[in-house]
Nanobody
């Protein structure tokens, strides 16, 4: 079982940037599809971005397309989420997730989750 730990969250102003990292342990993630999700207070967890293990195909939610970039460094067993042009509505707890046999936006299909990192964007 792969264990995931997120970092890099914090407080930023609207229009600013943050970079989230997710470090995996227990197993290498080179054959896992990886995703980022977020959950705002009182809302359901929503898909943000995903990156496949094969050819590193990426997929984004419409709400973050053009502002966020997901990437992976298999040598470091790490997945990152670069977030630019941040908006107050990006405020949420951000979760990293891993899926062995699924690539997409459905949270229920992911096999492992991190504990989350808080991102707060002030206006």
């Amino acid at each position: 079982q792969v264990q995931l730990v997120e970092s890099g969250g914090g407080l930023a102003q609207a229009g600013g940037s943050l970079r989230l990292s997710c470090v995996a342990s227990g197993r290498t993630i080179d054959t896992y599809n990886m995703g980022w999700f977020r959950q705002a207070p009182g809302k359901e967890r929503e898909f943000v971005a995903a990156i496949s293990w094969f050819i590193r195909r990426t997929y984004y939610a419409d709400s973050v397309k053009g502002r966020f970039t997901i990437s992976r460094d298999n040598a470091k067993n790490t997945v990152s989420l670069q977030m630019n042009s941040l908006k107050p509505e990006d405020t949420a707890v951000y979760y990293c997730a891993a899926a062995k046999a699924y690539y997409g936006s459905s949270a229920s299909e992911y096999d492992a989750w991190g504990q989350g990192t808080q991102v707060t964007i002030s206006s």
